[in-house]
């Protein structure tokens, strides 16, 4: 068996992704333990939720620092002093400068509440509703200079039905976003992506 690769994940409130990956870990689904969970905001729900299960907490605050890059350079030594081999974004509303992107490159993951390329950026859910599409989901990628934009490890689809609401839409693609996640990270600990180009190649187990 691979060495359990060791996970930071980045968020700035809820964290029930964080929670789930966390969950994963215990149980042996993902090979690797959580390292540290970084918050951006001091009184997210997360972070209180982190600690209580024993892991590794740190608040870094943004408004500390003169501007993005300096945040971020705080946020990869944090992550570099934790040993950290992939960062996982777990609705953390910063965007990453291309020093903390090349620091991690495709060592980076995050989830959005969509299928992308479509409704990326804040509210997805929102947007999806707004659309009228009639199939949703969540998106699990490797974060790239552009926003919701890197090469796409899984997608997993929901219907969308004509009496949906943004909140109903929500908590049906949470589910899934609780499933596709830490299968993602579980592919990645167990050494089976590859990037090329713009597609991740999974090799086969
Ligand atoms: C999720 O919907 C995720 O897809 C998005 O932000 C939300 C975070 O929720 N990036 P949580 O903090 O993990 O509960």
Redesign the pocket.
């Known amino acids: 068996m691979r060495e359990p690769k060791r996970i930071g994940v980045l968020?700035s409130?809820?964290?029930?992704?964080?929670l789930s990956l966390a969950a994963a870990c215990r149980s042996g689904r993902i090979n690797g333990r959580i390292a540290l969970v970084v918050s951006n905001k001091k009184n997210a729900p997360?972070l209180q939720a982190a600690a209580e299960m024993g892991l590794q907490t740190q608040f870094i605050s943004h408004r500390a620092f003169d501007s993005r890059d300096l945040f971020d350079h705080a946020v990869v030594e944090a992550l570099n002093a934790r040993r950290v081999d992939l960062v996982c974004l777990?609705?953390f509303m910063r965007l990453l400068s291309p020093t903390f992107i090349r620091a991690f490159r495709n060592r980076i993951m995050?989830?959005?509440?969509a299928l992308l390329p479509a409704f990326p950026g804040l509210r997805g859910q929102r947007q999806a509703i707004e659309y009228g599409v009639k199939v949703s989901g969540?998106t699990v990628h490797f974060v790239d200079e552009e926003l919701d934009h890197g090469p796409i490890i899984i997608q997993r689809a929901v219907p969308v039905g004509e009496g949906d609401t943004e909140e109903t839409l929500s908590e049906r693609i949470?589910k899934i976003?609780h499933e596709a996640y830490p299968e993602a990270v579980s592919l990645f600990c167990d050494g089976r992506l590859r990037v090329e180009g713009r597609r991740v190649i999974v090799a086969p187990k």
């Not at 409130?13 to 964080?18: C, K, L, Q, T, V």
């Not at 995050?110 to 509440?113: L, W």
């Open positions: 968020i409130g809820r964290g029930s992704n964080m997360g777990a609705g995050n989830i959005h509440p969540a949470l976003e």
